[in-house]
């Protein structure tokens, strides 16, 4: 079946460096691609997604680009801020009998100090 | 527009007692989901309802049963609760022009 993996964290970041957080997907068809992000105690929003490949989706200063030959989608950010500490997940639609599902991958937290 | 609600934010339970979990969307989607998140495992789907009138079992099913009460409301109920239900439970609903999902803020169980 469909499955998105993630890289495990947490990811410890300072103020303004880079950020990447990797994200592979196996699926057949050509799915839309998502990621999501949860900041503590609440649910999860969307950050940015593509729905084909080539796309690329951008957020906040998140991107995320759509590889289909790699079959990748990996959250970017230049600098990143206090704020952005918080766990992201990378998802993937599946359509099974007509009806849209997602499949998650397992999160990565990420902690930025100042 | 509140978005997508749930009740109650905590609860704690002994092993064998009943509960339901209450969620309520007001963006008139037809989907609804209930997801599970458990530490290193992300979401997993426990159910789903495509339209008011339609439910239909997701990855882990066992141990729950929903209720699609109206286009707005989409329940789910642990019958006899154990250990293992020991979760965060969120609720989604998305429209169905497109893949966007919308989240509720979660309920916290506890099963003691």
């Known amino acids: 079946g469909n499955s998105v993996t993630q890289m495990e964290g947490p990811v410890t970041l300072s103020e303004e460096a880079f950020l990447t957080i990797n994200c592979t997907y196996t699926?057949?068809?050509?799915?839309?691609l998502f990621w999501y992000v949860q900041y503590p105690g609440e649910g999860l929003q969307l950050l940015l997604k593509?729905?084909?490949?080539?796309d690329k989706g951008s957020n906040k200063g998140f991107e995320a680009t759509y590889r289909k030959e790699t079959t990748s989608f990996h959250l970017e950010k230049g600098s990143v801020q206090v704020s952005d500490s918080a766990v992201y997940f990378c998802?993937?639609?599946?359509?099974?009998?007509?009806?849209?599902?997602?499949?998650f991958g397992t999160g990565t937290r990420l902690l930025v100090s100042p | 527009n509140a978005g997508v609600t749930q009740t109650p934010k905590f609860q704690v339970l002994k092993t064998g007692q009943s509960m339901t979990l209450q969620c309520a969307q007001d963006?008139?989607?037809?989907?609804m989901y209930w997801y599970r998140q458990d530490p290193g495992m992300g979401l997993r789907l426990i159910y789903y309802?495509?339209?008011?009138?339609?439910?239909d079992k997701g990855e882990v099913p066992n141990g729950y049963n929903v209720s699609r009460l109206n286009k707005r409301e989409f329940s789910l109920r642990l019958e006899s609760a154990a250990p293992s239900q020991t979760s965060v439970y969120f609720c989604?609903?998305?429209?169905?022009?497109?893949?966007?999902?919308?989240f509720g803020p979660g309920t916290r169980l506890t099963v003691l």
């Open positions: 963006m008139n989607h037809n989907s």
């Open positions: 309802s495509a339209s008011e009138g339609t439910t």
């Open positions: 699926a057949t068809g050509y799915p839309s």
């Open positions: 989604a609903s998305r429209n169905s022009g497109g893949p966007q999902q919308f």
């Open positions: 998802a993937l639609s599946e359509s099974t009998t007509g009806f849209q599902k997602l499949v």
């Open positions: 593509a729905t084909k490949a080539d």
